[in-house]
């Protein structure tokens, strides 16, 4: 969602935001126009091993973008290649990959999606040698102010969480990686103790767990994780039992990481800047807390919000960004218990640090500053965990996303 806790652009989230979508049609137009120049083709040596990343953005607000855009990174030297946007979509605030790497999916955060209220997701085919975007089709989020799409490990379906009223919705995917309408949507319920900000049910992620049989929905209105079954085959989402679990009243979840070992998730809290440890029993789709810790440094006295959390491909580290310290937050991860132990702050060169990315190797981290249109990239140290900032920052207005997948080689002649 835009950010509430930290100048949320009440411009964009209360005024311009709310504009209606001329139809389907005129969406999937504007989805398919590209104002940059993408990737020539490229040599199979040239391709490899680098990393094609998408960034998500605003289209609405103070620097509004052209949608979504493409870079390319070399993870082995950090150096990243600019290729400007590729897909006009209306405030693409958050992308999800298929596997295999053909389609990605956009959620349009906006307040109306043909001329009802929600929010919609598009579908956009990934051009295998450019990398441009071409719209395929789109379909409504069935819920107003959708801020987090992921895609199941079949491929089959695209899960939704609806910030505003507290929705989430799966989506099924045809064979030709169109969305069908939503096959199940499920709407939160209640509240918790801050009346401002959690008077109602905010659905901020949903993310599926490695067997593909849950899917964990962070709700910053309810301070909790709520579990789902997820049916892959039908596209349905049923709670599960237990059907959820907490964290500390006023602590407003927000996003969430699965360890790479299965046995851990860690819930990153916007509101109280806390890391949260579970134990996640996988048979069950259970969570039991193991500890909570303060993502700011105990000096700290300012007013700071958490964003985003990922778990180093390697297991050994967990990164939390912070908005208002402005900084990412690194912490060892015990592989046997799962507990974190601080391991320092870095500053992200930029405001507002809101959502950042880890290539797949493990060697970088970028780290996206909403607030001052730039992107920033770190080498992470492998043996600390420590990031080392590399180049000079990307400039991308209103940065809020990033997904990577493998630059594909071009095809034998």
């Not at 958050?94 to 209220?117: D, Q």
């Not at 910053?220 to 679990?245: C, I, M, W």
């Not at 907490?246 to 790479?260: E, T």
Request: net charge neutral.
């Amino acid at each position: 969602m835009p950010d509430s806790s930290v100048n949320r652009r009440p411009a964009v989230w209360m005024g311009s935001l709310i504009r209606a979508f001329a139809s389907a049609a005129a969406m999937a137009a504007a989805a398919s126009a590209v104002a940059g120049e993408a990737p020539s083709t490229a040599s199979r040596d040239e391709a490899k091993g680098t990393y094609w990343a998408y960034v998500g953005t605003y289209t609405e607000g103070k620097s509004p973008s052209q949608g979504i855009y493409l870079l390319e990174l070399d993870p082995a030297s950090g150096k990243v290649t600019e290729y400007g946007p590729v897909a006009n979509v209306p405030n693409p605030s958050f992308l999800a990959i298929r596997p295999g790497g053909k389609e990605l999916y956009a959620v349009s955060e906006v307040g109306r999606f043909n001329n009802k209220p929600g929010g919609g997701v598009t579908a956009l085919a990934i051009h295998p040698i450019t990398g441009k975007l071409t719209a395929l089709n789109q379909e409504s989020s069935v819920g107003e102010g959708p801020c987090h799409v992921a895609v199941d490990r079949t491929g089959k379906n695209v899960l939704v969480a609806n910030y505003n009223n507290g929705v989430v919705a799966c989506l099924p995917i045809d064979e030709a990686g169109r969305l069908r309408p939503a096959s199940s949507s499920i709407q939160h319920e209640g509240s918790s103790v801050d009346r401002g900000r959690q008077g109602g049910p905010h659905a901020h992620s949903i993310n599926v767990d490695p067997s593909n049989r849950f899917a964990l929905a962070a709700d910053l209105g309810l301070d909790k994780v709520l579990v789902y079954r997820l049916d892959a085959e039908k596209g349905t989402l049923t709670p599960n039992d237990p059907p959820s679990a907490s964290v500390k009243p006023g602590s407003g979840p927000r996003h969430l990481a699965f360890h790479p070992n299965g046995r851990f998730v860690y819930v990153i809290s916007e509101m109280g800047n806390t890391l949260t440890a579970f134990a996640y029993d996988g048979e069950k789709g259970e969570l039991k807390e193991i500890e909570a810790v303060s993502t700011l440094p105990a000096d700290f006295r300012g007013k700071s919000y958490t964003a985003d959390v990922h778990v180093h491909p390697s297991g050994k580290f967990v990164y939390g960004s912070n908005r208002g310290h402005d900084s990412i937050a690194i912490f060892a991860i015990d592989q046997a218990t799962g507990k974190l132990t601080p391991a320092g702050h870095v500053p992200t060169g930029g405001k507002t640090p809101r959502n950042f990315a880890i290539d797949p190797t493990g060697s970088c981290l970028l780290a996206e500053n909403q607030g001052s249109d730039t992107i920033v990239v770190f080498r992470i140290d492998a043996s600390t965990g420590g990031l080392t900032r590399v180049g000079e920052p990307i400039k991308v207005p209103m940065p809020v996303c990033i997904q990577m997948i493998p630059r594909p080689t071009q095809p034998p002649e």
